[in-house]
């Protein structure tokens, strides 16, 4: 437990909710617990999407423009290529005596 307190909370929070689905609810707890359990996931739904379009908005930030992408791509083809052509050009000279 010392050396791994998070994983005992996380274990004892799925014992607790696999105890709670398996004992039946009483009419009381329908009428008090009730609209309590709808406004929590009401807030665990609204929470789930706000921190989905966060994360979302996060990750296109951190993207690279598309067009800058492809520039900087063909840039770099357009140097491979040049380099391919001279040494083709150069091996097809053939070697110089010197």
Not at 52 to 68: T, Y
């Amino acid at each position: 437990m010392e050396g791994n307190p998070l994983s005992v909370l996380v274990g004892g929070v799925a014992v607790g909710l696999l105890a709670g689905s398996l004992i039946p609810r009483t009419e009381r707890e329908k009428d008090v617990l009730g609209p309590l359990g709808q406004r929590l996931a009401e807030g665990a739904s609204a929470a789930f999407v706000a921190a989905r379009d966060a994360g979302k908005e996060e990750l296109e930030s951190l993207a690279p423009d598309k067009n800058q992408a492809k520039s900087k791509a063909s840039n770099a083809f357009s140097h491979v290529v040049n380099a391919a052509t001279k040494a083709g050009k150069s091996a097809a000279s053939g070697p110089k005596a010197g």
